[in-house]
């Protein structure tokens, strides 16, 4: 007997000791001393386990079961998380299990009734892995202080905690496996429900400076194709035409003034066929289709093998040429006309001779234009890349003298083009990852993404020492000071990427990269989560929680909802206030994910359109309620709907977003009173 009951202690302590490695417990109580105590619950789930959620479905694993016993106080709703949970579906028990991985923070919110008070927690869950399951938990009692209790407003907090909780029964739980949907039908017909989508642009515009953000992302657009044109210059395929376009403007007329003045149109009609080519593509598709195109999973895909194509081409594993056939047209029509026509037809020509090395900045510009939903952003994206492009033709004809300055060409052009190979591969994986993301197939998580950035990063500073040598390279007999620079560089920034593996923030790259929420393993826990990303559910749980919500309109594809993510939402101060504070709703405008039901909506201007997707309703929201189109947009609402601050439109400024929350937060409380 003695033997078994030993053999039974030795298995109990080996499970036991199993399923404390899986989820460690930290249970504390904050905001002790004030009206508003709060047990606050984390859990840190080992990689590999998963920690199933309050709400798994029956016939799939234990779910999490919190127990409070409380004296002196009230429980004030229910333990809310911090991040929705993971849904899949389970092939042994046939039903989809909610769960979460990492780390996850529950909060429950307490309401003292007297000067003491005690709260007993006790916690019961299941965790697995690939091996097997184990039983998880763990228990602590708290005990708090509220001086400023007294017996007027013990009875105020016990009759608003019965509200609360009979708000809280009216909903069977606040998280569920599918976003929560209203049909238009069913919208109109519960008006409290249609309410929440009414326009309150004129609300917003008491608050808003709408233009300043419209210029900033102009400017944004201008700047990247400007930096698009300088880089264009000195490719293969531009550089060597300066010298050659130059001296055939001086021959063709021995006045200096007449041969700077066509100098100058040629420059002039450059810009005119690029900006052109812009309107053309915002005309032919639109603002808002030019954004779904730019989140697709086919055109992302398809632009993804385009640079993957460009940047092999770069690298010298084959020519990339137009038809010879256009060119040669395009030559005899110079020959064969006379005046401005001419000096058209010669600049058509550059375009189409640079293309094979232009095309790759020009779509890429595109796709960044179009991200923006701004409708003239690809003209001014393109105007922006031909002026950094045409201004050296202009400048060489005016001063000849210039020319003999300039480098020839040479082994040096290649290695331009090599690198810009590189930086072709790199920029490839982020339009791979937008329709990853889109579509949630979970193939390019940001810690994959991560790596094979650090990959290439440091063969990019391999091949400038001269350590990898390409078809159509010479021999690097010496390494010069440029190179040798530009390696280091490179090699730094690979270094730099190395602890985003393990969930560093890496704001450097957080335009590029997959949000950190997409990374299986991370040590990082200063990230924001959203608690929703359903308007609808959204607005029901700031009802029930008596909370302003904090909506967030954004993107799979948008690069500036990354860079202010990571610059102004890693804050501490910015992140605590969001998850005490707010409820925040994220809402991704290009999510593919299909809705149980079509949507006909009819727009300002009369279109009737029809929603398919997720994505399709969110951006109906931001439009005909918000009147807005472009993202990041933040927004504060109150729980009918109607703003309570500016939106926060795209800026990385810390103290400016702690103004906005404070301003929202204020006047969330101060209309309830």
């Known amino acids: 007997m003695k033997r078994y009951l030993l053999t039974f202690a030795l298995i109990l302590t080996a499970v036991c000791s199993f399923a404390a490695d899986a989820v460690q417990w930290s249970i504390a ?32 694993s234990m779910p999490l079961n919190f127990y409070f016993d409380v004296k002196g106080c009230k429980l004030s709703g229910k333990p809310v998380a911090n991040q929705k949970y993971t849904v899949e579906y389970d092939d042994v028990f046939e039903v989809n299990q909610h769960f979460y991985t990492g780390s996850v923070t529950f909060t429950q919110k307490l309401i ?14 299941q965790a697995c892995d690939d091996k097997g399951c184990v039983q998880v938990g763990t228990a602590k009692m708290l005990k708090g202080t509220c001086p400023s209790i007294d017996k007027k407003q013990a009875e105020e907090a016990a009759e608003n905690d019965k509200q609360v909780e009979a708000l809280v029964e009216m909903t069977d739980s606040l998280q569920s496996a599918e976003p929560f949907m209203t049909p238009e039908a069913n919208l109109s017909g519960v008006e409290a429900d249609k309410s ?74 450059i810009i005119v066929i690029y900006v052109v080519l812009g309107l053309l593509v915002t005309i032919i598709f639109g603002a808002s289709a030019l954004n779904e195109l730019a989140t697709s999973a086919l055109f992302n895909i398809i632009f993804f093998l385009l640079l993957v194509v460009f940047a092999i081409s770069f690298m010298g594993g084959f020519e990339l ?11 005899s029509k110079v020959d064969s006309t006379t005046g401005v026509l001419s000096i058209f037809f010669m600049a058509f020509t550059l375009v189409l001779v640079s293309f094979s090395c232009t095309g790759p900045i020009i779509g890429t510009l595109l796709v960044e234009a179009a991200a923006t939903s701004n409708f003239v952003s690809p003209a001014v994206g393109m105007f922006g890349f031909a002026l950094a492009l045409a201004l050296p033709f202009s400048l060489f004809a005016m001063f000849p003298t210039m020319l003999k300055a300039m480098p020839k060409s040479g082994g040096w052009m290649n290695t331009v083009k090599v690198v810009l190979g590189f930086l072709e591969l790199a920029l490839a994986l982020k339009f791979l990852s937008v329709a990853d993301l889109a579509y949630g197939w979970r193939i390019l998580d940001r810690e994959v993404f991560v790596a094979l950035w650090i990959v290439i990063f440091f063969l990019l500073g391999v091949y400038l020492l001269g350590k990898i040598r390409f078809p159509h390279d010479d021999e690097v007999e010496k390494t010069g000071v440029g190179r040798f620079m530009l390696a280091c560089i490179s090699f730094a920034f690979a270094v730099y990427m190395l602890p985003g593996l393990w969930g560093a923030p890496l704001k450097a790259i957080s335009a590029f990269s997959p949000p950190i929420s997409t990374q299986d393993f991370s040590l ?40 202010m993510e990571a610059a102004v939402w890693t804050d501490t101060e910015v992140k605590s206030s969001i998850d005490n504070d707010f409820i925040l709703v994220t809402l991704m405008v290009d999510e593919k994910k299909a809705l149980p039901e079509p949507i006909k909506i009819t727009e300002k201007d009369g279109t009737v359109r029809t929603l398919r997707t997720y994505g399709d309703k969110w951006s109906y929201l931001q439009r005909s309620k918000f009147g807005a189109n472009a993202q990041p947009f933040h927004v504060i609402i109150d729980k009918d709907g109607k703003p309570l601050a500016p939106a926060f439109v795209y800026k990385e400024d810390v103290p400016g977003y702690l103004r906005f929350l404070k301003q929202g937060k204020d006047n969330f409380y101060k209309n309830q009173k």
């Not at 619950?41 to 016939?59: C, F, Q, R, S, W």
């Not at 003292?112 to 869950?125: K, L, R, T």
């Not at 200063?526 to 608690?531: I, S």
């Not at 609808?536 to 799979?556: A, R, T, V």
């Open 524 to 563: 990082y826990e200063g990230d924001v989560h959203a608690q929703v990303d359903d308007f609808e559910e959204g607005m029901k749980l700031s009802q029930q929680l008596n909370k302003p919500l904090l909506l967030d309109f954004s993107g799979y594809g948008c690069v500036n909802c990354r860079k």
């Open 321 to 331: 040429t137009l038809p010879s056939s256009w060119t040669n047209k395009m030559d």
């Open 29 to 60: 109580l904050t905001n002790d001393k004030t009206d508003h105590p709060a047990v606050v619950i984390t859990a840190k789930i080992n990689p590999g386990y998963h920690l199933y959620a309050v709400d798994n479905p029956a016939g799939g």
């Open 112 to 125: 003292p009734s007297s000067a003491d008070y005690s709260v007993n927690v006790e916690i019961q869950g």
């Open 196 to 269: 929440w989508w009414n326009n309150v642009e004129a609300e917003l515009r008491v608050f808003e400076d709408a233009p300043e953000q419209q210029s900033r992302s102009l400017w944004y657009i201008f700047i990247a194709g400007f930096i698009g044109g300088l880089i264009a210059l000195v490719t293969p395929c531009v550089w060597p035409m300066i010298p050659m376009t130059v001296s055939f403007f001086l021959k063709q007329n021995k006045d200096r003034k007449k041969s700077i003045g066509q100098a100058t149109l040629y420059g002039l009609a």
